[in-house]
T-cell receptor, first 116, second 115 residues
């Protein structure tokens, strides 16, 4: 079945630094990738949708300059949290799909970001 | 994206009992999915039910969908301690633009199975 690899699984960074999270589709080409954020004991909230080769579409209230998304190839999307602050500490999960071959949504295993 | 509601928010039952979780949503959908999430971990896809289906089974799982009421239920029969987790419903909204719109997740039910 479709597999999505997300890396790193956890990261601790200092306030003010930037962190990059990678999301790779291993055995299929992902025309669309999604980034979600989950705060402790809460549900997943969609942050942005990215289609390969085009700019990401951000959900209302998500700062595009803070959460930089790049989807340069059909198998890789990256989320960069810039100038991270403690309130950015969260669980970030990506998912990928290929509408052309009707793949469902395959999720990565998530990244636990802690900003100290 | 709007979130659906799930109830109960938390459920604690004895091992062997059945657990029922409900989910309501707000828009027209292509399908509805249920996921499990163990504490601090990624999502495990459990089952998908399409908008033209009313009931689906997979092992100890039974899902129903009522599109007229915009609601779904997940039944786990003969629960086990390993079923302890958070359960989320997620809807794939009907989107006429031909693109993918992401999933809208419910708030989740935290299920505790007591041995």
């Amino acid at each position: 079945g479709a597999v999505v690899s997300q890396h790193p699984s956890w990261v601790i960074c200092k306030s003010g630094t930037s962190v990059k999270i990678e999301c790779r589709s291993l055995d299929f080409q992902a025309t669309t990738m999604f980034w979600y954020r989950q705060f402790p004991k809460q549900s997943l909230m969609l942050m942005a949708t990215s289609n390969e080769g085009s700019k990401a579409t951000y959900e209302q209230g998500v700062e595009k300059d803070k959460f930089l998304i790049n989807h340069a190839s059909l198998t890789l999307s990256t989320l960069t949290v810039t100038s991270a602050h403690p309130e950015d500490s969260s669980f970030y999960i990506c998912s990928a799909t290929n509408l052309k071959i009707n793949y469902g949504y395959t999720f990565g295993s998530g990244t636990r970001l802690t900003v100290v | 994206s709007q979130q659906g509601e799930e109830d109960p928010q938390a459920l604690s039952i004895q091992e062997g009992e059945n657990a029922t979780m409900n989910c309501s949503y707000k828009t027209s959908i292509n399908n509805l999915q249920w996921y499990r999430q163990n504490s601090g971990r990624g999502l495990v896809h459990l089952i998908l039910i399409r908008s033209n289906e009313r009931e689906k089974h997979s092992g100890r799982l039974r899902v129903t969908l009522d599109t007229s009421k915009k609601s779904s239920s997940l039944l786990i029969t003969a629960s086990r301690a390993a079923d302890t987790a958070s359960y989320f419903c997620a809807t794939d909204e009907l989107y006429s633009g031909g693109g993918a719109d992401g999933l809208t997740f419910g708030k989740g039910t935290h299920l505790i199975i007591q041995p």
